[in-house]
């Protein structure tokens, strides 16, 4: 019996408090007793131990030798979790991440917090990675011809290949994206190097190829310099989503966000300009934003350079654009701009996404010029997020067709999606072998195919920025027959090695020799390196930059002048084209994941569709609303495909141009037809035989070196059909509508946005009062007992980027609804980001983003009016929700006013999908008709509890964070117990900036929120 | 004995004398002497039941048309209904089925058409009850002719209503989880806080004890029917006629009954919309959590109700050839409690805006402006219209006159009545407080289905009852024709009489005399007459209660008003006990951070038991108290006639001075039109 206990449990205070406390045992019912197991007890003991047996006999064992980021594998129990620190480009970015398995799967990704690199946060397209590797389209096996064949034969056919090729003096092209893996770069030099004829290109589908050809040409380095967001004071961003989709997201949001504390009087918080053409994620967070077309980025640049060059009192090496080359308006910021750069000299970071070399020479020579090198970006550790380079490629098209391509071997890239022309030039290859692991447009296109495996079932290695050194080991033994480029390459190079030996040699005779401690051997330390996911080795000696080269920039100020002259007048019946990735699905690798084309766009907040995105004048000029569907004609190359997309009206849009999202329009995405349930109102999210959304990458143009996104021209012409978009957000502004607008309150105090002079002034923040009262009608005798937890969300850090919306999906097993249920307000998530504008006048919006989950509200009204007692208050202040109770009356999310409650509407659950394998199996899967909500991660706490109990030591802060938290790239997101004062979540709750959203509802939310400070003017006065 | 045999037809005076104005006859009566409000129109002057003047006439204008069977008309009707019933049950068993998610529904508005229905047919069922129950507290004698159908429709509507709720719920096969009964779960109880909750209660008990009241009500037109029925259909119908004989004990029991249930009825009325309101009252949502929900909705109840009631009076007048029962003075009084109650719904109307006004609440004031002039403004002009503008036409007397007006324009209430919850539901739930979460509405097929399959349920079963049932309660028409004919004939009333103790049984002689009136004044005398001579007075059987036999028989005041007390109060203090107990002992449960023992959140369902187990108890009193049960109608349990058009008094002769002529000249002085002497079995 469990009574050899000393404590004594009891129920209440009161019950304590009595004179005869009712000792209650730990466990109701009797424990069986060792001398006499009882006909039931014994039942109950075979009917576990069948079921147990089974069910370990079901998972599937780990992967026999990984390593394990926490623990040894003798930890590794059924049902218990373990951590594989990995490395995933799924973002192009090569973040670390711990990958959460259960019995032999991974079932979470998140981000590894020691990691140089991304410190913890991850961006939503990497969490969904692990939704991918579960795709049951994957390719099975290696295929000749479209047919399965083994290894043997397949690699017996390409070596049959390489060796007439090498006879006969042919040429073999290896394309591919940005590899940074040391191993596998060494096989390729080995490959290339093997035989004449033979040579790589390296592209990138987002492309910084003309900035690494703007460093190559000033400082005759080909490097991409590394950009320290958290060391930049003042930042400048022109053309760039660096918070959303630009390099190396997740690294630049933590940076950007420790850059911009507004706490405090001593209180330092960077600004950050932003000049761009279509609202991006990064422009949404900006403290001055300035909308500029495409043409104007780089005659602003050159103006920019103009002014800060007299402010350095140096002569600009080459022409200053002409005095109306830009808007009046423009001209004023940029002067702005280049004061607020010169005083923050040396502390100042400029940013240009541009794909146009001109533009970044100039950038760079501003950066140059303030002296920011060696503090805001360094050259010193370059990133090697992006090696792409567009003129090889482009003259690799022009090889392909011109049929001189005998072999071509693409791995880890779609060039006949991404790039324009590529596809028929392919075609003309002479062979071609393809690694990809789900097939796309270009294995389409191949004869041989040699599938990769998936990143979280292989070993590799990455160095994503120079000297930093990642590892990546397998979660689960491969679920197809599949074998990566390194292993693939050596087996053609006659070395039959597997995957984990050849890895393990490069590192043994490249790199062992590198580290500083000499005293381990290596096996022991290869390990270390293997659990923890990477190393910081001194960097391979790179050339040293040289010193810029003024020429070169003379060069560039000429080509910008000359390109301002000639460029149309804008008002004519053209609009400008610019094509950008959205976040989640940047260049369409994530668009066989159904997570990622469920995500709402941060900005927009659409999903599973492309639009054309127009300016609202620019709409209203065309007579075009929300939703009409255009046809976009290309006028300087009419032999481009049309576009046919619905139109969406985007506030902070430069006018004139039409923004539409790569990554959409992949071969194989109508897949997802019936994604979402089936009835007979339904419509399908994609009609068979289509395509989610429609590709623009054709209409990518080659520029003066590199694949240009912003050049096209193209006339517009509705179809006269019509196609709602399926976006999450009807209304878009905390204002209600004008005409329905009640004198006071017209502003919804959802959002407290205040400028960082006015919040240090007078403390406020607020938009509105507070109608929070101290009158209670009832005694609050339900003080949280233990704990009482809660979370504090910091609006100045959020940018919107949603990876929580995806962390929070993967965690608690949010269902994918489908376009057709999104757009009936249907879609599951539990936590979803609020976007609001705020007009500013002149088309230019304000923008705050809110992550918005259940507030755990204390006074809970979904709580009093459910009649079966599903929804109820645990005594450590979660506001729970009991699936199994729930009989769906809906009552209790018609009486939340945040709205967060979530309802099955059907059964979305399919049994018979291989994506189920990535189900987390500590959260319930939901049946149809039932209420579902956040739970603040309640299996986190419950898991964290029992391990502390374990460990006999009290919960720690921070010992528990919230799947949301976890993956939060810029810790806006903070979990923790708000009864106890030491606490980070109490000390956010408690700072001047905190507030509860309605509050005047006297609802005492779980959920404080921190307001959004902007670091701009002000009220003055 | 012919059953052709009348009084001479005192039409002309009838129209002369007969009002409202005084109730001498009518079977509630409780106090002589009370004055209603006078009718200044001359509609009052018109009498009540036109051309029919004798209860044989009103027994057969009502069974005949049920007993010639269906007509051709019937028949298309049942098949339209029926097929929209099946649409509806085929709309229905898909949701089920598949989903909630065939409903237009979103994740903000989480209740639309299901509600707005379950609220506009519960609306629809008030009138029922208010006319059976209220109207009978009030006198007013008009409500006899219609309160039948006013109660089968009633009991539709809260059938239909009934429906929504639980088709509604995500997981429809377990809604047996909103009852409160010991459960391997805990036992969990349910959360006594939610309105929902007050709401099964409150429609549960509005379901059975309108069921009840119409069922005791029926019980006496069953026995007509029955005695009017061969074979088969007798024992069917004797089955559920419970051996009703028309006993003048019974009567005065069951009129007892009638006016309990219907005293526990009319507070029912009241709480069940009020219930109904706290749905939304007690919510957060801006043009929800409104004070003055409650009387607002009952009075919409009643404004809906009554319109709903007309609409299909006035359908089954024409149809059935009821003209002379419903007659323009009941419609005209009709037509004169809708456009009340229009006022005070337009009143209603006006105060929510003034309330938003006032409160100084932005999300308030915004959640009105957005329903008049937001995207579903157009909603809110339709129930404005149809509710608030329509009904004034009827200060018109010639519009009350007009049949296809007063028609159309119930009609438009009943359309407006429904956009009126529907206003209230949708275009609250779609505009709240984020506008991040701001979504629109647009219903589904499934759910247009399930609205029309209500209807079709609706109809089906009053076509089913209009077919099968008595339409016109006989028996208080009767009472109502044949005090008409005593204000014609102007017979003055006799004062109550002494009451002489009954003579011992061991006088008695075994004999039985039986005599039979035709009018409940011949049998009032000759009772009084026998009583005076010492006879022994067996029972009086009447076809329906005749206004001073209790008095003149010497009964004792029926004691059912006291079973009512205690069942009432075993309800009321149990449901208390019960909600505090499991509330806050058995298995606390924080819910909303509200105290455990909040006795105002108990009240509701406390209320609803009590007049539960009230009424329940009352009905079982009657039954049993009176012995009636079910019978397989093999005998012929009541006198002939006394159930339709015979008024029969059961002597002993007792006083050996009285000889067997002394009785005959007892039965001829008073008028009897027969007469005999039976041995007792």
Known sequence: ?1021 | MSADQRPPAGIAAATAQAGATSAPGLPSDLSAGATLPRDLDAEAQLPLIQGVTTPGEVTRDVCEPIERGPTKLWYIAIMVSASALLIGAACVAYQVAVGIGTWGLNRTVGWAFDITNFVFWVGIGHAGTLISAVLLLLRQRWRTSINRSAEAMTLFAVMCAGLFPLIHMGRPWLAHWVFPYPNLRGPLWVNFRSPLLWDVFAIGTYFIISAVFWYIGLVPDLATMRDRASGLRRKVIAFFALRWNGSGRTWARWEMACLLLAALATPLVVSVHSVVSTDFATATVPGWHTTVFPPYFVIGAVFSGFAMVLTLMLVARRVMRLEGYITHKHIGAMCKVIVFTSSIVGMAYGIELFIAWYSGSPYEQFAFANRIFGPMGWTYGIMVACNVLTPQLLWFKRIRKSIPAIFAITLLINVGMWFERFVIIVSSLSRDYLPSAWASYTPTLIELGTLLGSFGLFFTAFLIFCRFLPMIAMAEVRAVVAEQQHDAHGHAHASPEVIVPEPAPAERCGLRQVGVFDGPDGLLAAVRDARQRGLHIIDAFTPHPVHGLDDALGRRRSRLPFVTLVCGAIGLSVALWFQYWASSTDWPIDVGGKPFDSLPAFVPIAFELMVLLAGLGTAAALIIRSRLRPDTGSTNVAPPGATSDRFVLVLERVDASLSQDDVGQLWSRHGALDSWTEHES
Request: glycine share 8%; aromatic share 6%; hydrophobic share 40%.
């Open chain 1, 1 to 1021: 019996m469990t009574t050899s206990r000393e404590t004594t449990w009891f129920r209440s205070p009161e019950e304590r408090g009595a004179g005869a406390p009712r000792a209650t045992p730990e466990f109701p019912c009797p424990a069986p007793a060792a001398a006499g197991v009882d006909r039931r007890a014994f039942l109950r003991l075979v009917g576990f131990s069948f079921a147990a047996a089974s069910v370990s006999a079901c998972s599937r064992g780990p992967a026999q030798t990984a390593l394990t980021h926490t623990g040894t594998p003798e930890d590794m129990l059924a049902g218990k979790a373990y951590w594989i620190a990995s490395t995933s480009w799924a973002d192009g970015s090569g973040g670390g991440v711990l990958v959460r398995c259960r019995d032999g799967r991974p079932v979470k990704l998140e981000g590894n917090p020691e990691h140089p690199l991304n410190r913890g946060g991850l961006t939503a397209s990497t969490q969904a990675s692990l939704l991918s590797l579960y795709d049951d389209q994957r390719i099975d096996g290696p295929l000749l011809d479209g047919q399965p064949v083994s290894w043997d034969a397949l690699d017996q056919a390409v070596m049959q290949h390489l060796d007439a090729i090498t006879a006969a003096g042919g040429t073999v092209r290896l394309l591919s994206s940005t590899l940074t893996g040391p191993s596998t770069r060494a096989w390729i030099d080995r490959f290339v190097a093997a035989a004449p004829g033979r040579a790589q290109v390296v592209y990138d589908a987002l492309s910084c190829s003309a900035q690494l050809d703007a460093y190559e040409a000033a400082y005759g380095v080909r490097a991409l310099p590394r950009h320290d967001l958290a060391a930049a004071k003042l930042l400048a961003v022109f053309d760039a989503d660096p918070l959303g989709t630009w390099i190396s997201p997740a690294e630049y949001a933590r940076d950007y966000a420790s850059a911009r504390k507004p706490d405090g009087p001593q209180a330092d918080m960077s600004r950050h300009w932003q000049f761009e053409a279509r609202m991006s994620l990064t422009g949404t967070r900006a403290d001055r934003r300035v909308r500029v077309a495409p043409s104007e980025t780089a005659p602003a640049l050159a103006q920019l350079a103009a002014a800060l060059a007299a402010h350095a009192g140096v002569p600009l090496p080459g022409p200053a654009p002409a005095d109306d080359a830009l808007r009046p308006e423009l001209r004023a910021a940029l002067g702005e701009l280049a004061d607020e750069l010169w005083q923050r000299r040396r502390d100042g970071l400029v940013l240009c996404g541009s794909n146009d070399r001109d533009a970044q020479l100039i950038t760079c020579w501003i950066n140059e010029l303030l002296g920011n090198q060696g503090r805001t970006w360094h050259l010193d550790s370059p990133s090697h997020q992006r090696q792409g380079d567009d003129r090889a490629v482009e003259a690799l098209r022009q090889e392909l067709q011109a049929g001189d391509v005998d072999l071509l071997i693409t791995a880890g890239c779609n060039p006949a999606y991404d790039l324009p022309g590529m596809a028929e030039a392919i075609a003309t290859a002479g062979a071609h072998v393809s690694l990809a692991g789900l097939a796309d447009e270009t294995s389409a296109l191949a004869s041989m195919i040699c599938p990769e495996p998936h990143e979280l079932e292989r070993w590799d290695d990455a160095e994503p920025r120079a000297g930093l050194f990642c590892t990546s080991q397998p979660t689960l033994p491969p679920l197809r027959d599949t074998r990566s480029l390194r292993a693939s390459l050596a087996r053609w190079m006659g070395d039959a090695r597997d995957d984990r030996e050849l890895l393990k040699a490069h590192w043994r005779e490249q790199l062992d020799a590198r580290r500083p401690d000499h005293e381990l051997p290596f096996e022991i330390w290869f390990n270390q390196v293997l659990e923890r996911g990477f190393v910081q080795l001194p960097a391979a000696p790179v050339q040293q930059p040289g010193a810029f080269s003024d020429a070169t920039l003379g060069q560039a100020l000429g080509a910008v002048a000359a390109a301002a002259a000639t460029d149309p007048a804008a008002g004519s019946d053209e609009l400008r084209v610019l094509l950008y990735p959205k976040v989640g699905l940047l260049d369409g690798r994530g668009a066989h994941n159904p997570w990622l084309q469920e995500l709402p766009d941060p900005v927009t907040k659409t999903t599973w569709d492309n639009h054309a995105d127009l300016s609202p004048a620019t709409a209203q000029r065309l007579g075009l609303s929300d939703g009409d569907m255009i046809r976009l004609s290309c006028t300087d190359d009419p032999s481009l495909p049309a576009l046919e997309l619905p139109v969406l009206t985007q506030p902070g849009q430069a006018d004139d141009v039409v923004a539409v999202a790569l990554g959409y329009g992949r071969a194989g995405t109508d897949r997802f037809t019936n994604i979402g349930p089936e009835w007979i109102e339904a419509e399908a999210t994609v009609q068979p035989g289509d395509t989610i959304g429609v590709n623009a990458a054709p209409w990518l143009s080659f520029r003066d070196g590199a694949f240009a996104t912003d050049t096209r021209r193209a006339s517009v012409a509705a179809t006269g059909a019509r196609r709602e978009a399926a976006c999450t957000q009807d209304h878009h502004s905390l204002a209600v509508p004008e005409h329905l607008a009640p004198k006071r309150g017209a502003v919804r105090d959802a959002v407290h946005l205040v400028a960082l002079p006015d919040l240090h002034a007078t403390g406020a923040h607020g938009a509105g009062e507070s109608h929070g009262g101290d009158v209670e009608l009832w005694a609050d005798d339900h003080k949280p007992r233990g704990h009482h937890w809660g979370l504090a969300i910091d609006l100045t850090a959020c940018t919107g980027c949603s990876a929580c919306v995806i962390g929070c999906q993967a965690e608690n097993n949010v269902p994918v609804v489908g376009r057709d249920e999104v757009r009936r307000h249907r879609e599951m998530s539990w936590l979803r980001i609020d976007r609001y504008y705020a007009d500013k006048g002149d088309g230019d919006v304000d923008v705050v983003h809110q992550p918005l989950m259940c507030q755990h509200c204390g006074h809970a009204p979904c709580e009093t009016v459910c009649p079966v007692l599903a929804t109820m208050h645990s005594n450590e202040g979660l506001n729970t929700q009991v699936y199994n109770r729930c009989v769906g009356t809906r009552y209790c999310a018609n009486n939340c006013p945040y709205k967060t409650r979530r309802f099955n509407w059907f059964e979305y659950g399919k049994p018979d999908r291989m994506q189920n394998m990535a189900l987390n199996p500590d959260v319930t899967i939901r049946s149809r008709g039932i209420m579902e909500k956040c739970s603040m991660c309640v299996q986190r706490i419950q898991e964290a509890k029992a391990d502390a109990k374990r460990r006999g030591e009290p919960l720690a802060d921070g010992d528990i964070q919230t799947a949301c938290q976890q993956s939060c790239p810029s810790n806006a997101i903070v979990f923790g117990d708000i009864s106890d004062p030491h606490s980070e979540v109490s000390r956010l709750a408690s700072a001047p900036r905190a507030y509860t959203v309605l509050e005047e509802l006297n609802l005492k939310p779980g959920v404080r929120y921190l307001a959004d400070v902007r670091n701009t003017e002000g009220a003055k006065g």
